[in-house]
Every structure is written in C-alpha cells, then in structure tokens.
Nanobody, 121 residues
Framework: QVQLVESGGGLVQPGGSLRLSCAAP????????MGWYRQAPGKQRELVAY???????TYGDSVKGRFTISRDDAENTVYLQMNSLKPEDTAVYYC???????????????WGQGTQVTVSS
C-alpha cells in the first residue's frame, strides 16, 4: 500500500497564502504523476494541479495564475503554493499519486488523507 502524507492546511484570510506538502514513498515518487485535487462540501472532487515526472504541469482553470505546483525528487515531496486565496478555495485538499507499480502494466491511483483549507475573514 502506498501512503501519502499531507501537511500544511489551515485557516487563512482572503488574499492570504498557504503551502501544502505531500510526501510519497521513494520507491514510486520518481515515476509518479503527482497531483492535488480538492473537494468542497456538496461538490465533486476537482483537479487543482498535477505535475509529471518530466515536470509538465497542468492547472485547473479556477487556480491558474494563483497556485503553483512543484516537486522535489530528492525529498520525494510535491508542493502546492497557494496565493491570493479566495473563500471559494475552501475545501479538503487531497494529494494524488498516479503511477504504474512494479510488476504491473496499468496505472494505479493513491490518495492522501486530505487536509482542510479554509479561507475566511
């Protein structure tokens, strides 16, 4: 079982910043597409951003220009820097690893436990 460990959520005022971190096992990190998703109450889980092992990045439309995803292969960690936060960014944020495990041919998805981000004055 692949365990992803998230940290960095919390309460922040509108316009503020937070940085989320997600640590993954070194056995899979370098091969994985790492991403962040979020789910607000009563809404479907949506893509925030993902980054491939070749550093290709995709952002969800609602966060473009405000959020930055990055990865540190030496630390097996993916980060999400969130700036200019808005109340509508309030959600549980989940880290995702999309990876083909050794001795398998199809990709698998693994999820962190989620971290709450609340943007409110």
């Amino acid at each position: 079982q692949v365990q992803l460990v998230e940290s960095g959520g919390g309460l922040v005022q509108p316009g503020g910043s937070l940085r989320l971190s997600c640590a993954a096992p070194g056995t899979i990190f370098s091969r994985a597409v790492m991403g962040w998703y979020r789910q607000a109450p009563g809404k479907q889980r949506e893509l925030v951003a993902y980054i491939t092992n070749g550093d290709t990045i995709t952002y969800g439309d609602s966060v473009k220009g405000r959020f930055t995803i990055s990865r540190d292969d030496a630390e097996n960690t993916v980060y999400l820097q969130m700036n200019s936060l808005k109340p509508e960014d309030t959600a549980v944020y989940y880290c995702n690893a999309h990876v083909v495990l050794q001795y398998t041919s199809d990709p698998s998805d693994f999820w962190g436990q989620g971290t709450q981000v609340t943007v409110s004055s």
